[in-house]
């Protein structure tokens, strides 16, 4: 619960494994992590939703203001509240 002008933000790896590019990106910049890192991002990309998944979850919520936006690797979902 916000308060009436507030807003959360959730954010998340956005789901990009489908595309050959990103795999081939996702894998060299890996190239430079630790080996946690290395063998865990990769499956948390894999287990993200998409921007069209994303939306299609919220059209069936209940949810009315919220902001879905995106960057170069993430999922940025803002709640509103009604007030705002």
């Excluded at 990009?16 to 990103?22: F, G, P, T």
């Excluded at 069209?52 to 995106?70: A, G, Q």
């Amino acid at each position: 619960m916000t308060k009436e002008t507030g807003c959360i933000i959730i954010r998340d790896n956005k789901g990009v494994y489908q595309n050959i590019v990103w795999r081939a990106i996702i894998w060299l910049i890996t190239r430079f992590m630790n080996q946690r890192h290395r063998e865990n991002w990769p499956k948390a990309i894999l287990a993200s939703y998409t921007i069209p998944e994303v939306n299609e979850i919220l059209s069936r919520s209940r949810l009315s203001h919220y902001r879905v936006s995106t960057d170069f690797v993430f999922i940025d979902l803002c709640v509103e509240s009604p007030g705002k």
